[in-house]
């Protein structure tokens, strides 16, 4: 996945419940409305003398836990600006509400501003001037809970990690700029030093959109750099328990069969850039998580301290390295909708193929990718699951698509084929998006017409089964059918939301049936738990009238299901 937003959203509460910053009596870190007149006129210090293009300065402020931020626009761009802008949210993070007083000013003195309009991508706040040839931005920024996401502002007395996406306020041009990334980490403790996707070190200049700034990691603290070639280099942060080494050669080598195989380099989306980063951040206290994201020219994984380097990280940096080519160079559209079940599915189709090609997993591991990504696809998933859905039918449409096409032509073409006409198609249109249809083209041209009409029906509207020949994925994994715990509620879920709320679509011998729940019940109250996997281990409560009384119902929203697993054959065993 290019960010998970299942344990992101508790994130989001936090911060815009968040507290102002403890202990803070800096005017530049206040807590201040951005709507609020700006106010009287004040000395302000005189601006510092910088190069034409954008500066973005980043210092921590450990003993506050707060980041001081500040962006300057100097030359003829400064004077057109107009807006500035964060990311309303990404991947579950509200930028804005960890961003403390905001000001902007030029030569002149302080630009009011005021919030745009309250939709789109990007919070936005309008400037009440132009500014004169020099644009100042300044403010704090607090650093996020430790159990929040990987990917928001993290900051203590050792380090500070964050994507921009989550903390930096950016004028809105879509001009490439001269950018300094400076970051100035002398105040965290001895030895540390700064990086971000844009290279290593205090001052790094690059040529850069403020969206790719925004589309960007951001490290301090102790680092190591390796260097796999002129274009390619690792940054850690932190001590980790894979070796650095083999980890980078494992990446690399990943990654340069993912190019070999999409043709090269992307040529269209936003990490067409040769030069690219690895930022790796071992994290205290993140136990065995990892969270990855491809992020324009880079690629930031952060990851527990304590893990290794194993097949499931393995395949997750493979997954979002092929998102430069998958759901970067080329998504599908519907309806104005990017088709997740492409760029999802398909990137965890080839993850696991390219790992263990690679020999960079065993056939174990790639048996258990198979089970985690397509097991419940092939059983029957209730409602809720849409996006995992769009995940598994994804990847099972990839490996139908890729089995039939291999079949159909005696081995001599493959799914790589068409992905590679997508790209191509996409290069010379010089577009990422294309319609399902040339999907939907190259498809009929591999196996007839009606395969081709058939994706728009099973893929967009999602009708039908796919199915999977026993040879899907070569000679070494068969399919076997076992009994298996699934998620099953039990009743219709949308039945709670009517009013009066009314149980529908009980599911006969399910654990609600036998906790005693009837269709036609009436729910005076209910509780349903969040989490909605196979280990639940929160009761459902439902409490219907009975009577003239209520009596409470508790079950595990859990059944017992035929699914099919592939699982690989013992003379494959490594
Ligand atoms: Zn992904």
Redesign the pocket.
Known sequence: ??FTSKNLFPLALALLGGAALPGCSDSASAPVDPAAPTRPAEPLPPLPSLPDGLTVRLTPRPERSALDVEVHLVGPEAARAKELGIARTWAGIDGMAALRGIRVRDGEGVIPTQPGPDEGPDRILVLGRAPTSHLAITYGVVSAPKDAARFALHLDRERLSGVGHTFLLLPRTNEPLDVHVQIRPGALAPGASGASSFGAGDDVEENATPAELANAVYLAGRLRTLDASEKERLVLLGRPAFEPEATLATITHAHAALARLFGGAPRSGAATSASFSYLLVAEPGLGKGHDGA?LGRSFGLWIGEERPFDAAVTIAAV??LS?RWI?GAVRLVAEGHEQVWF??GF??HYARKIALAEKRIGARDFAADLERTLVNAEAELPAHARSRKDYQRGALYAAALDAAVRKASGGERSLDDLVRALLDRAAAEKKTDLPVSALGELVARELGAARGEELDWVMVRGHGEITLDEGAFGSCFHRARTKSKVYELGFDEASLRRTPAMIRGLVAGSAAARAGLEDGALVLASKVPAGRDEDADEPVEIVVADRGRGRKIRYLPVAERQVVRWAEKTRCRD
Do not use: D, F, K, T
Request: hydrophobic fraction near 35%.
């Open positions: 996945m290019r491809l997954h979002e998102h759901g760029s999802e990137a965890v």
